[in-house]
Every structure is written in C-alpha cells, then in structure tokens.
C-alpha cells in the first residue's frame, strides 16, 4: 500500500512541475483548463500522499491549492457558456 502512495506523491510532483514548467516556457497558458487541470490533479495527489505521512502542513496547503483549481475550472467553465450563448445569439 505504501507504494500506490509513493507513486501518488511523485505523480502529483510531476504535475505540478509540469505546468509550472509548461507555463514558464509559454507552452500553456495560466487561465486554460491545461494548467487548472495539472494544477488540481497535481495538488490532490500531493495532499492524498501528505496525509499518509501525516504532513499536515502540506495537507492544508494542497487542500488550498485543489480549491483553487476547482475554482480556476469552474470560471473556465462559466467562461465558455457565455460565449457559446453569445455566439448563438
């Protein structure tokens, strides 16, 4: 069992990684489902993994970090249904 967290722990390190990198080279961009998506799995990961070890500063803090990748989501989300009602307008 503690492996599947293992490899939980270094897939949300990667993604994390990945879409600061991603987002530093210009290969993604901070408001597209890219970066929220690599961002929230990134975080949710690091938190499942923190809480096996008992970091709960790292809890709270990757607990924030998925809220604000629902967030970012949802006005992705809300975002497009505008403009899809504008267009049909």
Known sequence: MDLFFDILGWAGM??????????????IVANGWQYQVLNLFGSAFLMTYSVKLAAWPSVVLNL??????????AMIVRARSRRNVSAAE
């Not at 990667?14 to 290969?27: D, E, K, P, S």
């Not at 924030?64 to 989501?73: E, K, L, M, S, Y």
């Open 64 to 73: 924030i970090w998925v809220g604000i990748g629902i967030v970012g989501i």
């Open 14 to 27: 990667t993604c994390l990684l990945a879409a600061y990198g991603f987002l530093t080279a210009g290969r």
